[in-house]
Structure formats: C-alpha cells, structure tokens
C-alpha cells in the first residue's frame, strides 16, 4: 500500500484546509487509515482515524473541528480541517495499518502552517 498527501499550505487563523490522502496498492487489506501530525519538536500524534466499517475517532484537540472522510471510488481519504489555530501548525501524514501480514505504511507527509 502506498499513500501521498496533499492538500497542506498557509493560512490564516480561522482558516480551512482539506487535505487529503491518495491510497493505491492493495486497498483491500487496509483496516484502519489514520491522519497524524506532527509539529516541531513534539512526538508524532493521532488526529483522527477511520476503520474498513467506517468507524472515526478523534484526538479531543481537534474534535468538532476536523472532519476524516474515506471515498473508496476514488481511493481518497480526506481531512476536513476548519476553524484552524497556530497550535494546528504541523506536518500532516497519513497512515495505513492492514494485513495479514500486518503492516503500517506512510505517505509523505504535508505541511499545515497557521498564522495568527
């Protein structure tokens, strides 16, 4: 499985960004694709998650705000991102746990920068 996001940029507090994660290879093993982020000089954190049955969680900082979506036609998991704040500022990647055999693969990675 292989995945690359896009979507990051600059702007404003109060702003909106979507990002989102282009998914090929063997989607059909994926249980469980994630959006992380993480900013500087702080460890690598869960935003938001969506299961193969659709189920989503959030990282309490971000709920109400973020919004994870899965389009399986196009192969496409997105994040919605609204109402952005400085501490939003980050690299945003996206990750996908599947198997057997097990396996957690990343994409690249996009930058979120939120100015005040």
């Known amino acids: 499985v292989q995945l690359q996001a896009s979507g990051g940029g600059l702007v404003q507090a109060g702003g909106s960004l979507r990002l989102s994660c282009a998914v090929s290879?063997?989607?059909?093993?994926?249980?469980?694709i994630g959006w992380y982020r993480q900013a500087p000089r702080k460890q690598r954190e869960l935003v938001a998650g969506?299961?193969?049955?659709?189920?989503?969680n959030y990282a309490n900082s971000v709920k109400g705000r973020f919004t994870i979506s899965r389009d399986y036609a196009k192969n496409t998991v997105d994040l919605q991102i609204n109402s952005l704040k400085p501490e939003d500022t980050a690299v945003y990647y996206c990750?996908?746990?599947?198997?057997?055999?097990?396996?957690?693969?990343w994409g690249q990675g996009t930058q979120v920068t939120v100015s005040s």
């Open positions: 969506i299961g193969s049955g659709g189920r989503v």
């Open positions: 990750n996908a746990d599947g198997g057997p055999p097990y396996y957690s693969a």
């Open positions: 290879g063997s989607t059909f093993s994926i249980n469980a």
